[in-house]
């Protein structure tokens, strides 16, 4: 009777220490923002701190951004302007029917592609492979990410092709 007690127990310590429910974070929660945000606008001035890294000047404004959100929570556009209201560059989201990320793109002020990342994801919903492409198609970075079993980020091997070196983080 103990023995089966025992097997038991250690069969739901185990169930609920491995088999959590990884629920990928939308890309408020990653921002850390709560509720239900469409839209933020980041207005970005010129500042002189003083030693202790306070703020004792704002100077003269410099660029605007906007982050649009779509009814999930994730992003689906990052606009940023110079202070006369010129694009600078312009990103696009793309997303699986769950939310996980399947596409982002880079465009120029003049609309033409900058470069493109195409994302796969494991079972759990984190991206586990970022490819990222030139205008041309050529393959430009290729990140290979590593997590622990709860689901936390803990490595990030980025592999350059054009100038052929490695970096490999760990979080």
Same mark, same amino acid.
């Given at each position: ?17 491995? &088999? ?6 939308? &890309? ?65 989201? $793309? ?15 003049? &609309? ?7 994302? $796969? ?18 393959? @430009? ?11 936390? $980020?803990?490595?990030?091997? @980025?592999? @350059?092709? @054009?100038?052929?070196?490695?970096? &490999?983080?760990?979080?």
């Amino acid at each position: 009777m103990k023995t089966t007690i025992s097997i038991l127990f250690i069969f739901l310590l185990f169930h609920f220490c491995f &088999s959590q429910d990884h629920k990928q974070k939308n &890309s408020l929660e990653t921002d850390n923002l709560k509720g239900k945000i469409k839209e933020v606008k980041e207005l970005c001035y010129s500042a002189m701190e003083n030693d202790a890294y306070e703020i004792i000047k704002i100077g003269h404004y410099l660029t605007n951004t906007v982050i649009r959100y779509n009814e999930n929570g994730n992003r689906i556009d990052w606009n940023k302007f110079d202070s006369t209201g010129n694009l600078l560059y312009r990103h696009t989201y $793309k997303y699986d029917e769950i939310g996980n990320p399947l596409e982002e793109n880079w465009y120029n002020p003049d &609309s033409s592609l900058y470069f493109m990342a195409i994302f $796969k994801c494991d079972d759990n919903g984190n991206s586990i492979e970022e490819n990222d492409y030139r205008p041309d198609g050529s393959l @430009r970075t290729m990140s290979l990410y590593t997590y622990d079993v709860k689901g936390n $980020k803990i490595k990030r091997r @980025r592999i @350059r092709f @054009r100038w052929s070196f490695i970096l &490999s983080y760990h979080f």
